[in-house]
Each structure stands twice: as C-alpha cells, then as structure tokens.
Nanobody
C-alpha cells in the first residue's frame, strides 16, 4: 500500500507564489520512483505539469510553466515539492502528485513522463485557485 498526500493548495493572488508538497508513505521498498505533478481544471483534461526522475537528475516541465515552476524532491524524507512562482489565473486547477515505480532505473525519454497512464500511484489532489 502506497499513499500520496498533497498539501499546500489554497487561494492565492495572481503574481504570488505557493509551494505544494507531496508526502509518500506506505510499503515503499525503495526510492526508485519518478514523481510527477499534473493538474486538471474544470472541463479540461488532466494536464502534465512537471516531473522529476528518481535521484533528481532530470526535471521536465510543460511549456506554460517553464521559468515559473520548479519541481524538487527530498528522498530522505519521502517528499516531493512543486514550487509555483508568478502564479497566473490560468494556473487554477486541482493539482495531483503521482509516482511511477521504476525498479530498473531512470532511463526513460522525456515524453514518457507526459502521460498520466504511466504513473502507478496518485494523490487525492489539492485545489489551487488563483485570483486577481
């Protein structure tokens, strides 16, 4: 049983910053998993936001958040983070963290991380609402 729990969402003003956290718990055998963040706005498909490989060697971002968001992880604490700066109205969505177990190692091409179907575990989501 593996559980992911997001926190840090809420109501923020455009231009402000927020940091989302993702706590991983349960029977995790090792830290060999990639972490991703996705978001879903009302009436929209779930959208890839960012991902980080296990070990933190590589990070990937969708174009709309490059330069504003930063994904990171603290494997010793089983925590993942999404720092969001200069938030915009269009960032409003439910944000989900996800984990993809990769026992063989982080040898995947970037596009692999874009699809939500490759992730094994998901959190319940946290609402981020950006207001003007």
């Amino acid at each position: 049983q593996v559980q992911l729990v997001e926190s840090g969402g809420g109501l923020v003003q455009a231009g402000d910053s927020a940091r989302l956290s993702c706590a991983v718990s349960g029977r995790t055998l090792n830290n060999n998993y990639a972490m991703g963040w996705f978001r879903q706005a009302p009436g929209k498909e779930r959208e890839f936001v960012a991902a980080i490989t296990w070990g933190g060697g590589f990070t990937y971002y969708t174009d709309s958040v490059k330069g504003r968001f930063a994904i990171s992880r603290d494997e010793a604490k089983n925590m993942g983070y999404l720092q969001m700066n200069n938030l915009k109205l269009e960032d409003t969505a439910v944000y989900y963290c996800a984990a993809d177990h990769q026992p063989a190692g982080p040898d995947y091409v970037e596009s692999y991380y874009y699809s939500p179907t490759v992730y094994d575990y998901w959190g319940q989501g946290t609402q981020v609402t950006v207001s003007s």
